[in-house]
């Protein structure tokens, strides 16, 4: 069964600090990890990773796939009031018949001013 | 706990014919679904937001009568395309939830419309 875990659930910080999200999976024919900042309707997509060790960088923004250790993690840095969300990780997953995306459950971060 | 289930995972259908997606809360009740649709560069759209009993709320530009939404149940909303054509080819993703346990994702479903 697919499995993805995100650490923390949640995270209170101040405006300016730096944050490190975890997310690690379990799933069967990997593709690739997206990563969505939730904060109304829809998720925002922020990354999509392929390749290990390669790090994609938007802004204060930056994540990182490791791909031996079946995890990526998502930074921000100098972190605002406007990053407070969920921040969704999903692998996706393809391979024959299947295509899947399996969400974690999120972190929720909060930042105060 | 609180698993979302969505079927069938890909459905390849002929143009003109209907598909009905299924998103089930297999361990919770959910008041509320809400279904996305994904378009290239991986960005999610909502479509829709169903609550039980009542009739779904649909964003602005989805055509209510050609994505029928219906939320029977606590654990069950379906999502039917009717007369499907080929620009209906996308990644539908249902999420489903309470404001208060917070909302989990299905595993999507890979329609595509020939």
């Known amino acids: 069964e697919d499995k993805v875990v995100q650490s923390p659930l949640s995270l209170v910080v101040h405006e300016g600090d730096t944050v490190t999200l975890n997310c690690s999976y379990e799933?069967?024919?990997?593709?690739?990890l997206l990563w969505y900042k939730q904060e109304k309707k829809a998720p925002t997509f922020l990354f999509m990773l392929t390749s290990s060790g390669i790090e994609k960088k938007s802004g204060r923004l930056s994540s990182i796939l490791d791909k031996k250790e079946l995890s990526s993690i998502l930074n921000i840095t100098a972190t605002q009031t406007g990053d407070s969300a969920i921040y969704l990780c999903?692998?996706?997953?393809?391979?024959?018949?299947?295509?899947?995306?399996?969400f974690g459950k999120g972190t929720l971060l909060t930042v105060n001013p | 706990g609180a698993v979302v289930s969505q079927h069938p995972s890909r459905v390849i259908c002929k143009s003109g014919t209907s598909v009905k997606i299924e998103c089930r809360s297999l361990d919770f009740q959910a008041t509320t679904m809400f279904w996305y649709r994904q378009f290239p560069k991986k960005s999610l759209m909502l479509m829709a937001t169903s609550n039980e009993g009542s009739k779904a709320t649909y964003e602005q530009g989805v055509e209510k009568d050609k994505f029928l939404i219906n939320h029977a149940s606590l654990t069950l909303s379906t999502l039917t395309v009717t007369s499907a054509h080929p620009e209906d080819s996308s990644f539908y993703i249902c999420?489903?939830?309470?404001?208060?346990?917070?909302?989990?994702f299905g595993s999507g479903t890979r329609l595509t419309v020939v």
């Open positions: 999420s489903a939830g309470t404001a208060i346990g917070g909302y989990t």
């Open positions: 799933v069967t024919n990997f593709r690739s």
């Open positions: 999903a692998p996706w997953s393809s391979g024959g018949s299947n295509y899947k995306l399996t």
